[in-house]
């Protein structure tokens, strides 16, 4: 598996000119999974998402197939939503998707709501995203107009309808309960589960909720099968992923790979691994609210599980490298003051927790922490994991964790250096930046 | 200028301000715009956000008139929609320049420079009440890093000394630094996505097994 060129099931044609139109993308063989699938029951073609081993791309790695089939049946309301508020930072694959591919997604959500019996359909868009919403906004004119989304598509039988949501800039409206409430006009607080949205979501009614990239698969699966997209990549994590490389690297991109190769081989092999002479000394692999890993654990294959064993996780498929010239003060500081800035108040632990992280980190830097304050942060973190109603605080405390366990000589040699007056103001006591990229 | 009930105290003796009436005076194209947004869904309430993002365009800011107006076509309270407006970093709840410049600062831009990179748009901007200078949490766009989103335009990679040029093109109405859109960009090196990668790595990549 590993050495042969991935296949390249999302990003094929991604650069191609004029993809966004109903006319290329037609023309590369597009919509034809639809057809396809409108020519199965539902029913079968819930066996084929199942039998992909698909897992959500979104962060949690939940297996696409059984959600759809955790929707009660019946002919109820249901709905479908597309999470597209790629907030996790280091995260930008679903902005490549939507902006060069919508009608990939769109295909996709036709597909998934056939599958769960969804009537209604909403891709809620981060606010940011503002030429991606335009593109999607076009593109799902012209499928209305080919009738692809509407009435009884292509004589099935089966009706969508389809919104494209802006958001208006909020980190915890990608959790998928804070991302209901905003959908239905409120503030994005997460909700209380159980009830899972599969039973009581959107308006109250069944919901299924996926990210971009794991419905922009959806196509690909109707075309090769899911017991052929299930040999991609390995066992427990099958297919392929897309993965956002940024930080210290020379070729910061996004990547197509097949889940389970080494991570050595995208951080090095395609990103082109750290400007010259510099080395790698943490890496986030799934985004900021990963724990960290160091250049040790670089053989480790990327796939679900191979990290989950290491202690992290795989998350949206985001990695950050970081260098040996960066302090790890810095880093551990920038992901706690986003995490402070996005806690949205409703849980004491995160408000609370992600805000004296912060101050404990600035008593650092100034040089009025002992090394007692790394065990009283450390236990901070522990605290916030699992207290609260979704894992916006989790997301902070695990990486901090994570960086207090694995760079504690450094952090009190920050705190020994700022204390001797070094001094804040200066240099920050910390060893000297060398920032800015290749 | 601070909300109430935060480090102002909110007056308790005044009765909360009532869904206002069918003749409060709203632009036809703003009523249009948030009238044919609560058709696309089930539950009118769901078109808050795209109704107020709507009155901001028209009047710069979520200011209480701006308010006033969507309440009176949604048939809210002004109370449950400034709830709304307060909790988005999008929507401004105080008076800020027409035009925006946020500058991404989280972990992979400062990685590379974007505090530097806010610094010196700062400067460039010299407090211009017409531009309105944020630095923003992550806004997908680490490929680019450091990177600004100006007005809405994905720009970068950026370095201090282009700031000048950028808030020059603002101001002039240009197009925003057309060759370091973001548009333009190819998804990643053509090479990169191959195998035949240049072997010009710090370190050579091993394979395991």
């Not at chain 1, 017991?227 to 990549?233: N, S």
């Not at chain 1, 790698?280 to 989950?308: M, R």
């Not at chain 2, 057309?178 to 790595?201: G, I, M, T, W």
């Not at chain 2, 710090?202 to 395991?208: D, G, I, Q, V």
């Amino acid at each position: 598996m590993a050495g042969a060129a991935a296949p390249q099931l999302l990003l094929s044609d991604i650069d191609e000119p004029g993809l966004a139109t109903r006319e290329v993308y037609e023309r590369r063989g597009g919509y034809g999974s639809l057809r396809r699938a409108l020519a199965m029951t539902p029913e079968e073609v819930l066996a084929e998402l199942e039998a992909s081993g698909l897992r959500g791309r979104g962060g949690a790695g939940f297996a696409m197939g059984k959600k759809v089939s955790f929707l009660p049946k019946g002919s109820m309301d249901k709905y479908l939503v597309c999470n597209a508020d790629e907030s996790e930072p280091g995260t930008f694959k679903d902005r490549e998707l939507m902006g060069k591919n919508p009608h990939l997604l769109i295909e996709g959500i036709i597909i998934a709501s056939y599958a769960a019996g969804a009537g209604r359909s909403f891709i809620y868009i981060r606010g940011e995203y503002v030429m991606q919403a335009d593109v999607l906004d076009s593109a799902l004119a012209e499928a209305r107009e080919a009738g692809y989304i509407g009435q009884d598509i292509l004589g099935s039988g089966h009706s969508l309808s389809l919104v494209v949501h802006r958001g208006a800039g909020a980190y915890i409206c990608g959790e998928e309960t804070g991302l209901l409430d905003s959908l239905e006009g409120k503030r994005g607080n997460p909700r209380l589960k159980p009830p899972f949205p599969a039973n009581q979501g959107l308006y109250q009614g069944p919901t299924l909720i996926n990210n971009v990239e794991t419905l922009s698969t959806v196509p690909a699966i109707m075309r090769l099968g899911g017991a052929e997209y299930a040999k991609l990549g390995v066992a427990t994590s099958t297919g392929t992923k897309l993965v956002s490389v940024s930080g210290h690297v020379r070729r910061p991109g996004n990547y197509e790979i097949e889940l389970g190769i080494p991570a050595r081989e995208i951080i090095y092999g395609l990103a082109g691994g750290p400007p010259e002479g510099r080395r790698v000394k943490c890496w986030f692999p799934g985004g900021s609210s990963s724990p960290v890993l160091t250049a040790a654990d670089l053989d480790i294959p990327y796939d679900f599980d191979s990290l989950a064993k290491a202690g992290s996780m795989l998350g949206s498929g985001a990695i950050i490298v970081v260098d040996e010239d960066t302090p790890i003060l810095d880093v551990a500081m920038k992901t706690a003051k986003f995490y402070r800035h996005e806690s949205c108040g409703k849980c004491t632990p995160c408000r609370e927790g992600t805000n004296w992280t912060v101050r404990m980190l600035e008593r650092i830097d100034s040089g009025e922490a002992t090394p007692m304050d790394l065990e009283i942060m450390a236990s901070v973190q522990e605290h916030i994991i699992g207290n609260c109603l979704c894992v916006l605080g989790d997301a902070m405390a695990m990486p901090i964790g994570s960086m207090i366990a694995k760079f504690r000589e450094e952090f009190e040699g920050h705190i020994e250096r700022a204390r001797l007056g070094r001094g804040p103001g200066e240099d920050g006591g910390g060893p000297p930046t060398e920032r800015g990229g290749a | 200028m601070s909300p109430l009930g935060w480090d102002a105290p909110a007056d308790l003796e005044k009765d909360p301000a009532p869904i206002p009436g069918a003749d409060t005076p709203v632009p036809e194209s703003l009523r249009a715009e948030i009238e044919a947004h609560m058709a696309n869904y089930p539950d009118r309430r769901s078109a808050t956000l795209p109704a107020l993002e709507a009155a901001q365009r028209l009047h710069g800011w979520c200011s209480p008139e701006a308010i006033e107006q969507v309440a009176a076509v949604m048939r809210l309270t002004p109370a449950y929609l400034e709830s709304v407006a307060s909790f988005y970093d999008m929507l401004e709840t105080s008076p800020v320049g027409r035009h925006s410049v946020y500058v991404c600062t989280n972990i992979s831009c400062s990685l590379r420079g974007a505090d530097e990179l806010y610094e010196a748009v700062l400067e460039a901007a010299g407090g211009d009440p017409d531009i309105n200078v944020r630095a923003f949490e992550c806004l997908g766009a680490c490929d680019i890093a450091p990177m600004a989103s100006v007005d809405g335009v994905y720009v970068g990679p950026l370095s201090p000394s282009d700031a000048p040029g950028l808030i020059e093109d603002i101001r002039a109405g240009r197009a925003i630094a057309p060759e370091k859109q973001l548009a333009r960009r190819l998804v990643a090196d053509p090479r990169a996505n191959s195998r035949e990668f240049p072997e010009h790595a710090a370190e050579p990549p091993r394979r395991a097994g």
